[in-house]
């Protein structure tokens, strides 16, 4: 399921579809808002609307818990969620490839 899965975050709702066929395979209604922030693990989706944060059941929709987050008010919130891999192994490569280049292009500078 989750490789055929599009999470959208809208008028306070978090609708699930399917990515071929576009069917709407659950929707979640979280509260009323016009702007929802969302974002997913492997197992749950999390939602921010409202000043509030949501953890939603990747494969039903179901309401986990939810956290009012008290004394931050009611603005847009950015969410990200550490995977368990600190760096993507490509991403990783590729930073230390530079690094390598860096540091052999230092090495010749004479100032």
Same mark, same amino acid.
Request: aromatic share 8%; with cysteine.
């Given at each position: 399921?989750?490789?055929?899965?599009?999470?959208?975050?809208?008028? =306070?709702?978090?609708?699930? *579809?399917? @990515? &071929?066929? +576009? %069917?709407?395979? /659950? $929707?979640?209604? #979280?509260?009323?808002?016009? !702007?929802?922030?969302?974002?997913?693990?492997?197992?749950?989706?999390?939602?921010?609307?409202? =000043?509030?944060?949501?953890? *939603?059941? @990747? &494969?039903? +929709? %179901?309401?986990? /818990? $939810?956290?009012? #987050?008290?004394?931050?008010? !009611?603005?847009?919130?950015?969410?990200?969620?550490?995977?368990?891999?600190?760096?993507?192994?490509?991403?990783?490569?590729?930073?230390?490839?530079?690094?390598?280049?860096?540091?052999?292009?230092?090495?010749?500078?004479?100032?």
């Amino acid at each position: 399921m989750e490789n055929n899965v599009l999470f959208l975050g809208i008028k =306070g709702s978090v609708v699930a *579809l399917n @990515k &071929k066929t +576009g %069917k709407q395979i /659950w $929707k979640t209604h #979280l509260k009323s808002s016009q !702007y929802v922030t969302i974002t997913q693990d492997k197992e749950q989706v999390y939602a921010h609307t409202n =000043g509030e944060l949501f953890c *939603l059941q @990747k &494969k039903s +929709g %179901k309401l986990l /818990w $939810k956290n009012g #987050l008290s004394g931050l008010g !009611y603005g847009y919130a950015s969410i990200a969620i550490n995977n368990g891999n600190e760096v993507n192994p490509t991403v990783y490569q590729a930073m230390q490839s530079d690094q390598s280049s860096s540091t052999a292009s230092a090495a010749g500078t004479v100032h």
